[in-house]
């Protein structure tokens, strides 16, 4: 009773779904944050008759044969690279990426990291950091006694003093692009890691070599987008229920069987 375990590979299929849509979910007020979603392929298939197989003595072939599937499989969760909605917060350190590419950050191990997260800080040291304390590549220090912050689209950043009435140029912040950006591995806390199926991160000004440009005062959304996330929800549950449906029907022959005198 083939049915048993094919109907079984559904419903992990769609849970794993279900998840996925719960994950996206959940994220939906990150900054930064791209849906992602759950991809299937059919599993192996069991020849009974192959198509083209000769069925008589004069050479007569089988249009189609018979092919009997044994389920489906998990291939892939892709991330829906899409430009979340700029929101403005006036914040001197919020910054937001119009475009493609990713801040470059520096993990506490050394080792580097991207993030499209722009909600900087200012650390005790002056560093401008993340929110969990990572500090931004290339390293650029405020001074203690600055009035204000000023970055503009190419990342330039100028510190205004009480004392100056033009600004100080203090650091130039890069962008990172990648070929693949779907083939960067999830750190969680809106950070990435390079792959090999990402491709080398290629450090480039923003605005040029097709990365986008950096927008002072604004965040980026997630560019979740709940009514879709919920119609896929409720497509998820069907197919669940439809799977469940199969098992009981199985079960039901297979007790019938059992039955007969």
Not at 32 to 47: I, K
Not at 86 to 114: F, H, K, W
Not at 158 to 168: I, M
Not at 190 to 215: V, W
Request: glycine letters at 12%.
């Amino acid at each position: 009773m083939r049915a048993l375990k094919i109907a079984a590979t559904g419903m992990s299929a769609q849970q794993m779904r279900v998840e996925t849509i719960a994950n996206n979910l959940a994220n939906m007020n990150t900054t930064g944050y791209n849906a992602r979603r759950a991809e299937f392929s059919d599993l192996h298939y069991q020849q009974a008759s192959r198509p083209g197989t000769v069925s008589a003595s004069d050479g007569t072939l089988l249009p189609t044969g018979v092919q009997l599937g044994l389920g489906v499989r998990p291939a892939a969760v892709s991330v829906h690279l899409a430009q979340g909605a700029l929101a403005a917060t006036g914040n001197d350190l919020d910054l937001a990426i119009e475009g493609r590419g990713y801040l470059e950050v520096t993990l506490p191990s050394g080792r580097t990291a991207y993030t499209r997260d722009g909600s900087l800080k200012r650390s005790g040291e002056g560093l401008i950091v993340t929110s969990d304390g990572h500090a931004v590549a290339p390293e650029i220090v405020i001074p203690s006694d600055v009035r204000s912050i000023s970055v503009n689209a190419a990342g330039e950043v100028y510190a205004y003093f009480d004392d100056a009435a033009e600004g100080q140029i203090l650091g130039q912040f890069d962008l990172a692009g990648f070929t693949n950006a779907k083939g960067l591995e999830a750190l969680g806390g809106n950070l990435f890691a390079e792959t090999e199926a990402s491709g080398p991160a290629l450090l480039s000004t923003p605005g040029e070599d097709g990365l986008g440009m950096l927008r002072q005062g604004y965040l980026e959304s997630s560019s979740v987008d709940a009514v879709r996330e919920v119609t896929e929800l409720i497509e998820a549950q069907r197919g669940y229920e439809m799977n469940a449906k199969v098992i009981s029907a199985a079960d039901q022959m297979m007790a019938a069987t059992t039955q007969v005198r």
